[in-house]
């Protein structure tokens, strides 16, 4: 249990440093919203905890099975239109990376159930396509540890993956306004670098997916 312990914990740590998670989380400290960044902490963990649950102890195995017996053309064309879509949301991603964001924030994370919203959605809206997730997941259900066991690991996994979010709350209350007045500096800047890092991963991402459906097609 140890290996498998140890893998899910390097998975989501890995999992947690994720632009779309963070980039909010920065805006709400620069904006001296510390109590609405506990609620969007919240939000973010509740949400995906609850999908990793559900597929843990729900269809999670028979999925999984699923997925291990899809070969030929219908692998492919998954693997197809899952690039396109990927590709497709990188380029938006691309074309909207210098829109500024925070007025339109500022008007609707007026307090800590909108900022809880804004977490819970983010994740909601990730969820289908958290492929590290859901190797995790996948890792947990191959070693067929008992299910108190297997719900421990996976809220380890998702107190991991929210830990930037826990350090950078905890930053901003212990160092107040310096933290604020250092966030708000860095901020946009951030926010503009991590949407092009954002959009180059899913971008890489597509292309190889696309890649691989494409000629697993052509060879077919």
Same mark, same amino acid.
């Not at 249990?1 to 140890?6: A, K």
């Not at 007025?103 to 008007?107: E, I, K």
């Given at each position: 249990? =140890?290996? &498998?312990? =140890?893998l899910v914990a390097s998975i989501g740590l890995a999992d947690s440093i994720n632009p779309s998670t963070l980039i909010p989380a920065l805006w709400l400290v620069s904006s001296s919203r510390d109590r609405r960044l506990a609620s969007y902490t919240l939000g973010v963990f509740a949400v995906y905890l609850t999908g990793g649950l559900i597929l843990l102890l729900g269809p999670g195995p028979r999925l999984i099975a699923l997925l291990h017996h899809l070969h030929g053309p219908v692998e492919h064309g998954l693997q197809a239109s899952g690039g396109v879509l990927a590709l497709a949301l990188a380029l938006t991603l691309w074309r909207s990376r210098k829109k500024a964001d925070g007025?339109? #924030?500022?008007?609707h994370l007026r307090t800590p159930a909108s900022a809880f919203a804004l977490g819970a959605t983010i994740m909601a809206i990730e969820l289908p396509t958290a492929f590290m997730y859901f190797g995790a997941i996948s890792a947990i259900l191959a070693a067929h540890p008992a299910t108190p066991l297997e719900i421990a690991l996976l809220v380890a996994y998702n107190a991991l993956f929210v830990a930037p979010l826990v350090v950078l709350l905890a930053a901003a209350r212990i160092a107040g306004a310096r933290t604020e #007045?250092? &966030?708000a500096t860095a901020s946009g800047r951030v926010r503009y670098l991590g949407r092009i890092a954002l959009t180059g991963v899913i971008g890489a991402a597509g292309a190889t =997916? =696309?890649?691989f459906?494409?000629?697993g097609l052509l060879v077919v």
């Open positions: 249990m =140890l290996g &498998v312990t =140890l007025q339109t #924030r500022a008007r #007045r250092w &966030v =997916l =696309l890649a459906g494409v000629t």
